[in-house]
């Protein structure tokens, strides 16, 4: 139904920004929920962010939180992270995630639709 698309991995120094981008393929982002999520060597995949669709309303991670901003845009079907004073521990492979609605889940087994992953390195 929805086919998602991930750009945007890469190396970057502690500190540094860093943007991911999660494209909506086949069809429009409309009346989904579109999240994100990490998974570090030898962690859990953990949630960062999601977004509705409708409305924009968004929830972050409190890990986080004054760092990372979620933000959909309309005109390129395309929700984009941006990661910002990015430190070592935000190491991990990225995925994106949809779920049809507009609630906001916080746990990996609420998403249907999964991403390839976008490996992200932070250097001390």
């Known amino acids: 139904q929805v086919q998602l698309v991930e750009s945007g991995g890469g190396l970057v120094q502690a500190g540094g920004s860093l943007r991911l981008s999660c494209a909506a393929s086949?069809?429009?982002?409309?009346?989904?929920?579109v999240g994100w999520f990490r998974q570090a060597p030898g962690k859990e995949r953990e949630f960062v962010a999601s977004?509705?669709?409708?409305?924009?309303?968004?929830l972050l991670a409190d890990s986080v939180k004054g760092r990372f901003t979620i933000v959909r845009d309309i005109t390129k079907n395309t929700v984009f992270l941006q990661m910002n004073s990015l430190k070592p521990e935000d190491t991990a492979v990225y995925y994106c995630a949809a779920r049809f609605g507009n609630l906001l889940f916080t746990t990996p087994n609420n998403y249907g639709y999964w991403g390839q992953g976008a490996q992200v390195t932070v250097s001390s």
């Open positions: 086949g069809r429009t982002f409309s009346s989904y929920c």
């Open positions: 977004i509705s669709w409708s409305g924009g309303s968004s």
